[in-house]
C-alpha cells in the first residue's frame, strides 16, 4: 500500500523541501451520513513519521482537524543526494501506510 | 494453545521493544486533541498557556477561506532551538488541529490544510528552548467544514 502516500522532494543545497500527499478519507466523527442519518465513525490519521536515513525528523500529531487527503510540507536540513526519505502514518483504527524516496 | 518458553520470551521481548521505542511513538496528545478550549489545549500539551507573541513565529494563513474543509496554513520560525510547533483553531470543537515535534534534522517549517467549522482565531505556537511563542490571525470562513 505504497501508492497512497505521494512524496516529492527537491534537494536545494543541503535542505530537502519535502511535499506529500496522503490518501485519507479524515472522518472527524461528527458528520452525519444524509441518506441514513447515523453519524459516520472517526477515521483520521493520528500520527505522520518521517525519517531520514532511518533517524527521525520529524513526528506530525494530528487531530480530525486535518483536511480529507492531507497535504504536508516541511523541510528536512541536513540531506544530501542518495538519502532515503520515509514517510509513514497511522490512523485511529490501527491502519497504515508508508512511502520513501530517494533524494537526488 | 499452550504456553511455551519461547513464546513466552518472544512476547516478553516484544514488550521490551515497544517500550524502548521512540517516545514519539506512544506519544498521540489525546488529552489535547480532545480539550475543548486553546487554554485547556496549551495546558495539556505544554503544562503552561503561559505564551509571548513573537514576530519570529511566522503564520501563514488566508484572511478569508471560502471552503472551511480545505484551509491552507504553514507556520515557520526564525528562533533557534524549536522543539515543536502546535495549530490551534480557537472555534473548532476541538481546537487543536495539529502538533510537529521536530526533531534536530528538521527545519521550523510546516505547511498543511485544516478543517475550520467557522470564522476563528488561528494561533500558532512554537516551543524553542522550552519556552512558548505565538502568532496569530483571524481567518473568515465562508462556508464551514465541520458536519454538512
Known amino acids: 500500500m505504497a501508492s497512497d502516500i505521494r512524496i516529492k522532494a527537491k534537494l536545494n543545497g543541503d535542505t ?6 496522503m490518501k485519507h478519507e479524515m472522518e472527524t466523527g461528527t458528520r452525519k451520513d444524509k441518506k ?11 500520527e505522520v513519521k518521517c525519517e531520514l536515513n532511518g533517524k527521525l525528523v520529524m513526528t506530525a500529531n494530528w487531530g ?19 538519502d532515503v526519505l520515509k514517510v509513514s502514518w497511522v490512523d485511529n483504527k490501527g491502519g497504515g501506510s508508508s512511502a520513501e524516496t530517494t533524494l537526488g | 494453545m499452550k504456553l511455551t518458553r519461547r513464546m513466552f520470551m518472544q512476547g516478553a521481548a516484544a514488550v521490551t521493544a515497544l517500550m524502548a521505542a521512540p517516545r514519539a511513538l506512544l506519544a498521540w ?10 487554554d485547556e489545549v496549551m495546558q495539556a500539551l505544554f503544562g503552561s498557556a503561559d505564551v509571548t507573541e513573537s514576530g519570529s513565529v511566522v503564520l501563514n494563513a488566508p484572511d478569508i477561506a ?9 507556520v515557520s520560525s526564525s528562533l533557534d532551538g524549536v522543539q515543536s510547533i502546535s495549530v490551534i483553531v ?5 481546537p ?14 510546516v505547511s498543511t490544510r485544516i478543517k475550520m467549522g467557522k470564522t476563528s482565531n488561528v494561533i500558532a505556537v512554537v ?22
Do not use: M, W
Not at chain 1, 530537502?16 to 500527499?21: I, N, P, R, Y
Not at chain 2, 471560502?66 to 504553514?74: C, H
Not at chain 2, 480557537?90 to 476541538?94: G, K, L
Open chain 2, 29 to 38: 496528545p489525546e488529552k489535547a486533541f480532545k480539550a475543548g478550549s486553546s
Open chain 2, 90 to 94: 480557537v472555534e473548532n470543537p476541538s
Open chain 2, 96 to 109: 487543536l488541529a495539529a502538533s510537529f515535534d521536530l526533531g534536530p534534522g528538521a527545519s521550523a517549517d
Open chain 2, 127 to 148: 516551543k524553542a528552548d522550552g519556552k512558548l511563542y505565538s502568532a496569530q490571525k483571524e481567518v473568515k470562513v465562508t462556508i464551514g467544514g465541520c458536519g454538512g
Open chain 2, 66 to 74: 471560502e471552503n472551511g474543509r480545505v484551509v491552507p496554513i504553514s
Open chain 1, 64 to 82: 480530525p482537524a486535518v483536511s480529507k487527503n492531507p497535504y504536508f510540507a516541511f523541510t528536512v536540513k541536513g540531506a544530501k543526494a542518495g
Open chain 1, 16 to 21: 530537502a523541501e519535502v511535499k506529500t500527499l
Open chain 1, 36 to 46: 441514513t442519518g447515523e453519524t459516520v465513525p472517526a477515521h483520521y490519521i493520528t
